[in-house]
């Protein structure tokens, strides 16, 4: 992230969380802090309990970041609150002896500049121009037999190991996440989501509920979709919509994503109907 001043965006924010039609509990959990630039979803793993636990065992340690002077003061505080969850998380599996976890996606921005960081299958897109693009890359066994040429990406959907991650918080001793980055650019969406939506709905789908409305709209619209495929998983998706001016910014170009180590004036709500 560019830490040169600029003009700051204003943000529409949707979300919605949902425990979808199969499982007991949800184990999602979401952050809205727009007024400090930060975003985020996860998705907790290790069972009913367990996985609820790890997933706001992380959105409890991101509440600790607040209002940064740089894009680079943001992205250390993302950091450091992260590491922190993690070690509350690794020593909580050693007092249960219990296998537990959480995906997390969250988005960053500073001024004109946006940063994403994930670990494990959790989401995050761009919707820019009438266009989409997945910024960030599953981490999936699946998924890294794809890039290395071994499935075809249609093989992968079908895989019955497609839901294996090699990356969560609170699984290795140290947190591992990827980070994009680039500039914001009037009118750009993210849509940060849990793989409840993406199990059900494909990406022009996404694309197409973003640009029908607003944020909120949008995220009703996804979970309206997912309800009536089945939503077999817990489905959480938060929609931000930014604002910043004329000015004109080419399309990020595809690039491998940076590794990294992990490094609201609104309430969050849960659907349960």
Not at 8 to 28: L, Q, Y
Not at 113 to 129: E, M, N
Not at 214 to 234: I, S
Request: proline share 3%; with cysteine; aromatic share 4%.
């Amino acid at each position: 992230m560019n830490d040169a001043p600029q003009a700051a965006c204003d943000f529409e924010t949707g979300w919605i969380s949902h425990t979808g039609k199969v499982r007991a509990a949800n184990e999602d959990n979401f952050l809205l802090r727009p007024e400090f630039g930060l975003w985020a979803v996860a998705d907790g793993m290790g069972g009913h309990e367990n996985g609820a636990l790890a997933s706001a065992t992380v959105v409890a340690a991101l509440e600790s970041v607040g209002a940064a002077a740089s894009a680079s003061e943001l992205l250390a505080m993302l950091e450091t609150s992260v590491i922190e969850a993690n070690a509350t998380l690794r020593a909580e599996i050693r007092r249960r002896g219990a296998t537990m976890g959480a995906t997390l996606v969250a988005l960053l921005i500073h001024r004109q500049h946006f940063a994403c960081l994930w670990s494990g299958d959790s989401r995050v897109y761009l919707v820019r121009a009438g266009r989409i693009a997945q910024l960030s890359r599953d981490h999936t066994e699946v998924q890294d037999m794809v890039d290395i040429g071994l499935l075809s990406a249609e093989e992968a959907c079908r895989s019955p190991r497609r839901h294996v991650i090699t990356h969560a918080i609170g699984v290795h001793e140290r947190p591992e996440l990827d980070l994009e980055n680039g500039e914001i650019a009037d009118g750009d969406a993210f849509v940060l989501c849990s793989d409840g939506l993406t199990e059900h709905v494909g990406d022009a789908e996404i694309l197409q509920a973003v640009e029908a409305g607003g944020a909120q709209a949008a995220c009703d619209a996804l979970l309206a979709l997912t309800l009536a495929r089945g939503a077999h998983d817990n489905v959480t998706v938060v929609v931000v919509r930014c604002r910043r001016g004329a000015e004109r910014t080419r399309w990020m170009p595809n690039r491998p994503a940076r590794k990294g180590v992990a490094p609201a004036d609104d309430t969050p709500r849960s659907a349960t109907s």
